[in-house]
């Protein structure tokens, strides 16, 4: 375990965070929930005492009120303690659920929504004993049992000091009227519940950051979940290379099949070798159906001359097609006037062959900028 914790020291990535969320596990303060149940009911206590005082003496003096038709009639008894009750839920159903709607708005705000049942489903791993004791053990679990132990202790003195200092106070609540006993009553534990609230501020301005330092400390992942979780990201790199690889050769398979179909294949004799394909019925510009460096190269020279297509030495003119133009795209407007050129050397060498005559290839100018291979002019001194 030791071992383990100390390999994680890489934050968490966002999917991992992402997949926490989706368990359940978001950064949650109970404290914080306290902190705006009690702070909520605090404060509907101050705005509504004086209607919540006159609305609770008259439910009390019509619950102590002597009516002789009672003793008639015993049935009515049940049917008054019933109407009884339901007044008092009328009255104290909605602060519950108040102060409910506020306390889930803070835990929304702390940790944000998420909505997810799979907390709920059963995890038999944790129903064994060894687990249940390495959980209590754990350094969270226990910092989690300090700290309430801790609110429990503060709470509870602040409780009795309090009550301690206005021991005087309540006695004096029964040798007063009903409504000034009420009113008093509300105003004692409205104060006794502001000291309260103050305590639960405190807790909750550390529990908030420490609950997401916690959460982040647990989320922590190791080079190895990091290294696992980018490769089931991005796929395996030895599976990719081979797929690149496949693609790679049906590509070059895909160009050799259309070099017999060429009319020109233009070569650097040792790096580079493109083939151009021009319909005038069809085409705007001659068109690129191959290209190739190094071997591929002579890969297609060799289908070039199986198939007896004319092979034009003309390094400029390659390297430059090689570098701008791509396969089955129409050559750069750049390149017009130099592919024009080799191309009427086509068909005039075709000519020539069927006369029986030579035809020497021609001196193809690359226009200046375009050519890689170029040498660079030498800056005037």
Request: proline residues 7%.
């Amino acid at each position: 375990m030791a071992d383990d914790a100390q390999d994680r020291q890489l934050p968490a990535t966002a999917r991992k965070i992402e997949k926490a969320r989706a368990d359940g596990q978001v950064p949650r303060s109970r404290d914080l929930g306290h902190l705006t149940a009690l702070a909520t009911g605090v404060a509907l206590l101050a705005a509504l005492a004086p209607r919540w005082t006159a609305w609770a003496g008259q439910l009390l003096s019509d619950g102590l009120r002597f009516d002789a038709q009672l003793l008639a009639r015993p049935g009515s008894m049940s049917e008054r303690l019933a109407e009884m009750a339901l007044q008092m839920l009328i009255g104290i159903v909605p602060l519950g659920a108040v102060i409910a709607a506020v306390s889930v708005a803070a835990a929304v705000l702390s940790g944000g929504w998420n909505f997810t049942l799979k907390p709920l489903s059963p995890q038999l791993g944790k129903l064994g004993p060894i687990a249940g004791l390495q959980r209590m053990l754990s350094p969270t679990h226990l910092a989690e049992m300090a700290k309430a132990c801790l609110l429990a202790v503060l709470l509870g003195a602040v409780g009795l000091t309090y009550l301690h200092a206005q021991i005087g106070s309540f006695s004096t609540l029964t040798s007063q009227p009903l409504p000034a006993a009420l009113a008093s009553a509300g105003a004692l534990v409205q104060g006794g519940l502001t000291l309260l609230l103050l305590v639960l501020v405190v807790f909750a301005l550390v529990d908030v950051p420490l609950q997401r330092h916690l959460l982040a400390k647990r989320l922590r992942m190791s080079f190895e979940e990091l290294k696992k979780e980018h490769k089931d990201v991005e796929g395996n790199t030895e599976v990719k290379a081979k797929i690149r690889l496949r693609m790679r050769e049906m590509a070059n398979r895909r160009m050799l099949a259309a070099v017999p179909k060429a009319d020109l294949v233009v070569m650097n004799p040792t790096h580079f070798a493109v083939a151009l394909k021009y319909d005038e019925a069809a085409m705007a510009a001659p068109r690129v159906v191959a290209k190739g460096a190094d071997l591929m190269a002579f890969r297609i020279r060799d289908a070039a001359q199986k198939a007896q297509v004319p092979v034009l030495q003309a390094p400029p003119l390659a390297r430059a097609l090689y570098a701008h133009a791509e396969v089955d795209q129409e050559i750069p407007a750049a390149l017009f006037g130099a592919v024009a050129q080799v191309l009427a050397w086509v068909y005039q060498l075709r000519g020539s062959m069927a006369a029986g005559r030579a035809m020497p290839p021609p001196e193809v100018e690359v226009p200046a900028g375009l050519d890689p291979g170029a040498p660079k002019p030498v800056p005037e001194a």
